[in-house]
Every structure is written in structure tokens, then in C-alpha cells.
Nanobody
């Protein structure tokens, strides 16, 4: 069974930075598409960033230029470096893994990011 554990969330002032880490155990990490999603209070969960098993990356328009997703196959981790944070980035951030079918079947428990103005 694939397990994902996020860490690195916290409280930061607007303009600050945070780096989220997702540790993955079980399965074949290097074959997974790994994504980050977020859910703010009262809102639907939304896509933030994704990196495929080939290393390609794609970002939501709302974070493009401020966020970088990366993966380390040796450590089975996915990082989300977030800079120039805004209050509207406040949300619970989730890491998710998709196998060849492209469906995100595996999710972490989430980590809270709060950006104060």
C-alpha cells in the first residue's frame, strides 16, 4: 500500500516562503505522477502543481512563478517550494500520487499553511 506523509506547513507572513515535503513509501515511486493540491476553508480542493515520472512539471496559474515542484527518486520525496506567499495561499496542502491510469488514488493527510497579511 502506498502511503504519503506531508510536512513543512506552518504560519508565515505575506511575502515569506515555505517548503513542503511529501514522503512516499510503498509501491514504485519513480513510476508515479505526483501532485500537490490545496483546500481552503469553505472552498473546493484545487490543483496546485504536478510532476510526472519523466520529470515534467505543470502549475496552476494562481501559483505559477512563485512555486516550484521537484522530486527526489533516491529519497522518495516530492518538494513544493513556495515563495512570495499571499494570504490567499492559506489552505491545507495535500500530496497525492497517481499510477499509470492517471487517477490520484493515494493521498496524504495534509499540512496546514497559513499566510498572515
Amino acid at each position: 500500500q502506498v502511503q504519503l506523509v506531508e510536512s513543512g506547513g506552518g504560519l508565515v507572513q505575506a511575502g515569506g516562503s515555505l517548503r513542503l515535503t511529501c514522503g512516499v513509501s510503498g509501491g514504485t515511486f519513480n513510476s508515479y505522477t505526483m501532485g500537490w493540491f490545496r483546500q481552503a476553508p469553505g472552498k473546493e480542493r484545487e490543483f496546485v502543481a504536478v510532476t510526472g515520472w519523466t520529470g515534467g512539471r505543470y502549475y496552476a496559474d494562481s501559483v505559477k512563478g512563485r512555486v516550484t515542484i521537484s522530486r527526489d527518486g533516491a529519497k522518495n520525496t516530492v518538494l513544493l517550494q513556495m515563495n512570495s506567499l499571499k494570504p490567499e495561499d492559506t489552505a491545507v496542502y495535500y500530496c497525492a500520487a497517481a499510477k499509470e491510469n492517471g487517477r490520484y488514488d493515494f493521498w496524504g493527510q495534509g499540512t496546514q499553511v497559513t499566510v498572515s497579511s
